[in-house]
């Protein structure tokens, strides 16, 4: 089945110490998405790619980062984790910007 | 931040029970409109969607009502079960100039046996 994989589900890190999140689809989407969601909030839109082109929200902190090497993975890399970025973060993907989004099963960050 | 609200954090039914859920969304300009359903500790799954061309529209079990003239949409589930326990957003595509999907608050939905 086509699908959107995150890894690893959860994640332990250090404060200050680098890590980096993982997203594949196998939906052959043109746009990747990636959100960080807090504990009974709703999903809040970090940055995505349309193909190679990256769009960064205007209120994303430096700190976050993302890659995408090709059009089945995109990485969220969060150069130096506080605290405050303990969350679910959540892989997306879509067609066309505006389309239906499909999300990941998320990854559960713990910062120490 | 940019959100879409809900009326009700938490909806507690009765199992067999119809359940409503409602959105109230506040951009004239969107035109596409999505509920999720986000199970604990899993990424929100699609459910259903609806353009703003329509008015209504049917799945298994649950309908989306849309109201544009006073920016409103609602979530219809039939029979509820308690495999429908689960937080429900909705959200817009909001299409002024650059799309961008926003979320709203959530809803809780319990379902009692």
Known sequence: DAMVIQNPRYQVTQFGKPVTLSCSQTLNHNVMYWYQQKSSQAPKLLFHYYDKDFNNEADTPDNFQSRRPNTSFCFLDIRSPGLGDAAMYLCATSNRVGETQYFGPGTRLLVL | ?113
């Not at chain 2, 959105?23 to 409109?33: I, V």
């Not at chain 2, 961008?100 to 046996?113: A, Y």
């Open chain 2, 1 to 113: 931040g940019e959100s879409v609200g809900l009326h009700l954090p938490t909806l507690s039914v009765q199992e067999g029970d119809n359940s409503i859920i409602n959105c109230a969304y506040s951009n004239s300009a969107s035109d596409y409109f999505i509920w999720y359903k986000q199970e604990s500790g899993k990424g929100p799954q699609f459910i259903i969607d609806i353009r703003s061309n329509m008015d209504k529209r049917q799945g298994q079990r649950v309908t989306v009502l849309l109201n544009k003239t006073v920016k409103h949409l609602s979530l219809q589930i039939a029979a509820t079960q308690p495999g429908d326990s689960a937080v429900y957003f909705c959200a817009e595509n909001r299409n002024t100039g650059f799309q961008k999907l926003v979320f709203g608050t959530g809803t809780r939905l319990l379902v009692s046996p």
